[in-house]
């Protein structure tokens, strides 16, 4: 159903693990360590004032050390997804994608800060994932996995992810729903189905067929002017004028 894991798929789970393990263990004998963990979570509000900047990327690489549920979500969905975007795009633009997905999800959560709708701390690769499970669901709109118990198509599992992140957006829930809506912005805008990834391809096509069209004009002006009738017979003797 899935390609096997990938290089870089499979490090960006290593790291998300050994990260999680560092920390959910040094951050109980260490007081810097635990220091190192709160430096490294997104925090709107220090954010805004210009501190910790780093965060909006860093957070992504923690996660919530009071369960390991989020870390096996979130692998799952790098180990399920990742795979086929770092075969079709390579190591350098999978790296790209990912990288932009979660600093977008990490800018994301700032803006129901500022409208006053949320004030919580965000750790995670959800951004990440989230970009990953979308662009892959426009790019295989009919191939079918198995979800749960239910066997459905990707667009069918846009439509569900959608619908889950608008009713989380609306909880009380402490899982941020922007962070998630900033990555699946980025699997939206810069994945294989993306209008402006249509629109360049298209845009590409009308200057290659024109730039053939050119080519094949070209050619024409240049072909042979074809045979002419000569007046006279064999008795003629040929003039210079004559001759091709």
Not at 79 to 91: L, S, V
Not at 123 to 133: E, I, P, W
Request: include cysteine.
């Amino acid at each position: 159903m899935f390609k096997k894991p990938t290089p870089l798929v499979l490090g960006m789970i290593a790291v998300l693990v050994a990260t999680f393990v560092v920390f959910g263990l040094g951050s109980r004998i260490s007081p810097a360590l635990a220091d190192a963990f709160g430096a490294m979570v997104l925090v709107p509000e220090l954010v805004l004032q210009g501190k910790q900047v780093w965060s909006v990327f860093t957070y992504a690489l923690l996660h919530d050390l009071t369960s390991p549920f989020h870390l096996v979500f979130n692998c799952l969905a790098l180990y399920w997804f990742g795979p086929d975007h770092e075969a079709r795009w390579g190591k350098r633009r999978f790296a790209l994608f990912c990288l932009v997905a979660a600093v977008v999800g990490g800018l994301f959560p700032l803006i129901p800060y500022a409208l006053g709708l949320s004030n919580a701390a965000v750790v995670g690769a959800s951004a990440v994932t989230s970009a990953l499970t979308l662009s892959w669901g426009l790019a295989n709109r009919d191939r079918q996995i198995q979800f749960f118990f239910f066997p459905i198509k990707g667009i069918q599992l846009v439509w569900i992810m959608l619908a889950f992140e608008l009713l989380n957006a609306v909880s009380h829930s402490g899982v941020s729903a922007a962070a998630h809506f900033g990555g699946m912005a980025v699997g939206w805008l810069l994945g294989d189905a993306s209008p402006f990834r249509r629109w360049f391809l298209q845009r590409r096509l009308r200057a290659l067929q024109s730039q053939s069209a050119a080519l094949r004009g070209v050619r024409l002006g240049k072909a042979d002017p074809g045979l002419r009738v000569i007046e006279g017979g064999a008795g003629r003797k040929p003039r210079k004028e004559d001759l091709n």
